[in-house]
């Protein structure tokens, strides 16, 4: 018998359960990696041969590459674990969890200081669906640019 | 010559306290920015709390908190984890350990309670060598500032919230009961007080993000004083809706609520919007 899931209707949101946490386990496992300095260093000098040590799906792989945090999200893969890879590109959980809204940083925490996307707003996110992917170039977008700067500076 | 019966002293839960545990939080503490415009707010809240402990000067903190996939991931995935070492180290959760000083355990009362509330139908899982991270650290920071060593002694009780389900609020609720009922029990005079941290309205992940229900927050605070029984109704999707899909962290304050009196009286209150992605909350509960 199938199991009783009424969360599916909450716009925005991916219940990590117990299918995601099957799904994801091994992207999740990767992003734990991440917290050994000398695996981060590995990582970022070729992202796409560590990734290769892990039995991921080709999918995950590509959206870890892309930093598509939405997909992840798709792909089994949950906030807290992929919030590693937040930290091994030196941004912080507000610009992650920003980047997952589809908007800017600066506007992100100006409406948190405003007091938080408000309860309403739930309307209008299931009505929209999920916002699309951020374009990014060569798997680097501009956000990820500056922030990759920030780090080394 | 001594009576046949000896009555001996023994532990006391005093009081609760509740709290966002921001790992932001810990971060403007230990890069010296509480007095920045951002973080005024969040701390001012705090004046009064660590006033108020320095005169309770409790000797034991049951600190229900969750672990954030710092030491339990995927491969293990214990839904009640009691803390029964003798000390734990601060965890590295990738940009190197928070510079706050060890945490000083108390396991003969862990062991004591492990055994009692296992025997009241709990089924704790018991740990001993662990690192702790922000989720017990940065309450400790917002209660005692920084010290060169922690003034108490804690028994980390971790929860899964992060792989759903997590426990159910009632569940949390009348475990708080069992967990009162060991250190009353426990034979040595210690004043303790029972902790819990998490929340208050936040969500980290997906197009919801940044998602606060102030209304919400207001609500749970009141009924968590007044009427916690009402609260244990809530269901863990209740929580996702409402609070977002972290805010079901949440559940952790009925561990702490369960272990007071029916009767508490509010000390103190603080809620402040935000603290980079969440909303902060905090609650001082004595028992009456």
């Given at each position: 018998m199938a199991l009783d899931k009424p969360y599916g209707d909450i716009p925005g949101t991916t219940v990590f359960d117990s299918d995601m946490a099957r799904l994801g386990f091994h992207a999740n496992q990767f992003c734990m990696s991440l917290m050994k300095a000398e695996?981060?260093?590995?990582?970022?000098?070729?992202?796409?041969?560590?990734?290769?040590?892990w039995p991921m799906s080709e999918e995950?792989?590509?959206?870890?590459?892309?930093?598509?945090?939405?997909?992840?999200?798709?792909?089994?893969?949950?906030?807290?674990?992929?919030?590693?890879?937040?930290?091994?590109?030196?941004?912080?959980?507000?610009?992650?969890?920003?980047?997952?809204?589809?908007?800017?940083?600066?506007?992100?925490?100006?409406m948190m200081i405003s007091g938080g996307r408000r309860p309403e707003d739930d309307v209008?996110?299931?009505?929209?669906?999920?916002?699309?992917?951020?374009?990014?170039?060569?798997?680097?977008?501009?956000?990820?640019?500056?922030?990759?700067?920030?780090?080394?500076? | 010559m001594r009576p046949p019966t000896v009555a001996t002293a023994v532990a006391r839960v005093s009081a609760g306290v509740a709290m966002s545990h921001v790992p932001a939080i810990g971060a403007?503490?230990?890069?010296?920015?509480?007095?920045?415009?951002?973080?005024?707010?969040?701390?001012?809240?705090?004046?009064?709390?660590?006033?108020?402990?320095?005169?309770?000067?409790?000797?034991?903190?049951?600190?229900?908190?969750?672990?954030?996939?710092?030491v339990f991931d995927l491969n293990a995935i214990p839904t009640f984890a009691i803390g029964c070492g003798d000390e734990y180290e601060i965890a590295d959760e990738g940009w190197g350990p928070r510079p706050v000083p060890k945490v000083m355990g108390a396991p003969d009362l862990a062991w004591h309670v492990r055994q009692a509330v296992i025997q009241d139908d709990f089924d704790?899982?018991?740990?001993?060598?662990?690192?702790?991270?922000?989720?017990?650290?940065?309450?400790?920071?917002?209660?005692?500032?920084?010290?060169?060593a922690w003034p108490v002694l804690v028994v980390p009780f971790a929860v899964n919230v992060i792989v759903y389900p997590p426990p159910s609020g009632r569940r949390c609720f009348e475990l708080g009961k069992s967990v009162r009922k060991a250190i009353d029990s426990f034979d040595a005079d210690l004043n303790v007080q029972v902790w819990g941290t998490g929340g208050m309205s936040h969500?980290?992940?997906?197009?919801?993000?940044?998602?606060?229900?102030?209304?919400?927050?207001?609500?749970?605070?009141?009924?968590?004083?007044?009427?916690?029984?009402?609260?244990?109704?809530?269901?863990?999707?209740?929580?996702?809706?409402?609070?977002?899909?972290?805010?079901?962290?949440?559940?952790?304050?009925?561990?702490?609520?369960?272990?007071?009196?029916?009767k508490v009286t509010e000390m103190h209150r603080h809620y402040h919007v935000p603290a980079s992605n969440t909303a902060v909350g905090h609650l001082i509960l004595e028992n009456r």
């Open positions: 695996n981060r260093k590995r990582f970022l000098a070729d992202e796409r041969a560590y990734l290769d040590e995950q792989k590509k959206a870890f590459l892309d930093r598509n945090y939405n997909r992840l999200l798709e792909l089994g893969a949950n906030v807290y674990y992929f919030g590693k890879l937040f930290f091994t590109d030196g941004m912080s959980f507000e610009k992650g969890a920003a980047s997952m809204t589809g908007m800017a940083q600066d506007a992100y925490r100006a209008r996110l299931a009505s929209a669906g999920r916002p699309k992917a951020p374009r990014r170039r060569s798997g680097q977008g501009p956000d990820a640019a500056a922030d990759r700067g920030n780090r080394r500076g | 403007a503490s230990d890069l010296g920015k509480t007095d920045d415009d951002y973080w005024r707010p969040v701390f001012a809240g705090f004046e009064f709390s660590r006033r108020w402990i320095a005169q309770q000067r409790p000797d034991v903190i049951f600190l229900v908190y969750n672990d954030h996939a710092t704790l899982t018991a740990v001993n060598n662990i690192a702790v991270d922000h989720g017990l650290t940065v309450p400790l920071t917002l209660m005692f500032d920084r010290p060169d969500q980290l992940q997906g197009p919801r993000a940044g998602f606060i229900n102030q209304d919400f927050d207001a609500r749970f605070l009141d009924a968590l004083v007044e009427e916690p029984e009402r609260l244990c109704r809530l269901s863990l999707i209740d929580y996702m809706r409402e609070a977002g899909s972290e805010g079901i962290e949440l559940v952790m304050w009925l561990i702490m609520r369960g272990a007071l009196n029916d």
